[in-house]
T-cell receptor, first 114, second 111 residues
Framework: DAGVIQSPRHEVTEMGQEVTLRCKPI?????LFWYRQTMMRGLELLIY????????DSGMPEDRFSAKMPNASFSTLKIQPSEPRDSAVYFC????????????FGSGTRLTVV | KQEVTQIPAALSVPEGENLVLNCSFT??????LQWFRQDPGKGLTSLLL?????REQTSGRLNASLDKSSGRSTLYIAASQPGDSATYLC??????????FGSGTRLLVRP
């Protein structure tokens, strides 16, 4: 398996623009997680899905953020409109819920909003 | 609410030293505990996973222990090398299957 695949690796956008981050989890994993990493706040869980259903979105900072998982092999995290304070590295991770195999992380998307 | 703390925040040691990184968590009702390594500008690489029923796991020069009742885990690195320089992150999977991270220990191994 190629692991968790995220795209794009880097994204630079202007304030107010819509940004869409993409994630392909490991085949067979039934849980998918979106994290945000900043120097100030470390790694924060934004939202997670189990069997394509959002289970907990309490970490989503505000209504400008939305996430979808239309099928078991694809998820998006959208920010509309983007703001400079959204600049961070966004990680996607997947796991098989209830197993003891742990989480696998993607390489992340470094987002810069200018 | 589960909180994870890592001490120290930063550590600088000469090559060859054995070292211990500490992790503590507030709620002992965890499912797994996982240690990750993160190199600057890179993603997270899983090092070791300890199930809640286990006491320790070993991989090469790394050994991780878990004392669930006291809410503590340690990562022991034997004979440290400059290539071990990175940030080490401890994360616990809570009873709702969410992975909660500590803020990490930034390790520098000096040649």
């Amino acid at each position: 398996d190629a692991g968790v695949i995220q795209s794009p690796r880097h994204e630079v956008t202007e304030m107010g623009q819509e940004v869409t981050l993409r994630c392909k989890p490991i085949s067979g994993h039934n849980s998918l997680f979106w994290y945000r990493q900043t120097m100030m706040r470390g790694l924060e869980l934004l939202i997670y899905f189990n069997n394509n259903v959002p289970i907990d979105d309490s970490g989503m900072p505000e209504d400008r953020f939305s996430a979808k998982m239309p099928n078991a092999s694809f998820s998006t995290l959208k920010i509309q409109p983007s703001e400079p304070r959204d600049s961070a590295v966004y990680f996607c991770a997947s796991s098989y819920r209830g197993s003891h195999y742990g989480y696998t992380f993607g390489s992340g998307t470094r987002l810069t909003v200018v | 609410k589960q909180e994870v703390t890592q001490i120290p925040a930063a550590l600088s040691v000469p090559e060859g030293e054995n070292l211990v990184l500490n992790c503590s968590f507030t709620d002992s009702a965890i499912y797994n505990l996982q240690w990750f390594r993160q190199d600057p500008g890179k993603g997270l690489t899983s090092l070791l996973l300890i199930q809640s029923s286990q006491r320790e796991q070993t991989s090469g020069r790394l050994n991780a222990s878990l004392d669930k009742s006291s809410g503590r885990s340690t990562l022991y690195i034997a004979a440290s090398q400059p290539g071990d320089s990175a940030t080490y992150l401890c994360a616990v999977e809570d009873s709702s299957y969410k992975l909660i991270f500590g803020s990490g220990t930034r390790l520098l191994v000096r040649p």
